[in-house]
């Protein structure tokens, strides 16, 4: 499975970017697909998680009630529509693709494929 992302740049406080991962290969063996990010010096961390079938999704407490995360399945491409943005948002995303399960995977040691990489940047 291969997983490309986009959608990142450059916003305001307070503004609104939605980023795309759009998955290609052994697409029938995807399972859950989530967002993670990393700001420079610290771990990487789980933003959000839906589940490929089920549509079932989760959140990081930070990021609740701002990011919306979705899926096309016909396009097999998942979405995370981030609003409300904060200077602390700032890191670079990562979208990653896991097969099998029937949990919320929220560990980054959890999933099998990862994207890219895309950035983005909160200027107050």
């Known amino acids: 499975v291969q997983l490309q992302a986009s959608g990142g740049g450059l916003v305001q406080v307070g503004g609104s970017l939605n980023l795309s991962c759009a998955a290609s290969g052994s697409v029938f063996s995807v399972n859950d697909m989530g967002w993670y990010r990393q700001a420079p010096g610290k771990e990487r961390e789980f933003v959000a998680t839906t589940n490929y079938m089920s549509g079932r999704t989760h959140y990081a407490d930070s990021v609740k009630g701002r990011f919306t995360i979705s899926r096309d399945n016909d396009k097999n491409t998942v979405y995370l529509q981030m609003n409300s943005l904060k200077p602390e948002d700032t890191a670079v995303y990562y979208c990653?693709?896991?097969?099998?399960?029937?949990?919320?995977?929220?560990?980054?040691?959890?999933?099998?494929?990862w994207g890219q990489g895309t950035q983005v940047t909160v200027s107050s």
């Open positions: 990653a693709a896991r097969s099998s399960g029937s949990y919320v995977y929220t560990a980054p040691y959890e999933y099998h494929y």
